[in-house]
């Protein structure tokens, strides 16, 4: 038996869509369970997601392999999240990193100060997936 012919002749159409990067997060907490939580989240749609347990850490990071956002803990030992903040926005090759930071501290002094030293958004802990995706969805233009 023969297959029976097509009525519309099949025609190959290449379409040609750029192909979006996956974003880079870099979450910079001293806590590993935090870190890894907010890593897994963030993995599980779609973002290439890097960790760093101290500012120091996070530094070198950046310097090796700029992310497109960075989510950062305020309270760190050592150097805080605040110092860290200011030493990337004093950085122009890494002016367009959007930087999210993250504390239990949700006084408007507190994030007023985030702001200052050039947070792009502030959020309190604890905080809610959904907010956290929003905020990340927000501040990559997606």
Not at 26 to 38: G, N, P, T, Y
Not at 78 to 91: A, F, I, P, T, W
Request: one cysteine or more; proline letters at 6%; a neutral charge.
């Amino acid at each position: 038996m023969q297959p029976l012919p097509s009525r519309t002749p099949r025609t190959t159409v290449a379409h040609e869509f750029p192909v979006k990067r996956s974003q880079h997060i870099l979450v910079v907490d001293d806590s590993r369970e935090i870190a890894a939580l907010m890593q897994e989240l963030l993995a599980s749609r779609g973002y290439d997601v890097r960790l760093a347990y101290s500012a120091a850490d996070a530094e070198r990071e950046v310097a090796s392999n700029p992310p497109d956002l960075i989510l950062l803990d305020v309270m760190m030992p050592r150097m805080s999240g605040h110092d860290l903040c200011q030493s990337v926005r004093e950085n122009p090759a890494w002016s367009g990193i959007k930087i999210l930071m993250l504390s239990a501290k949700g006084r408007d002094i507190d994030v007023t100060k985030g702001i200052a030293v050039g947070a792009d958004a502030y959020l309190t802990k604890p905080f809610s997936t959904k907010e956290l995706t929003a905020k990340v969805q927000q501040l990559l233009g997606e």
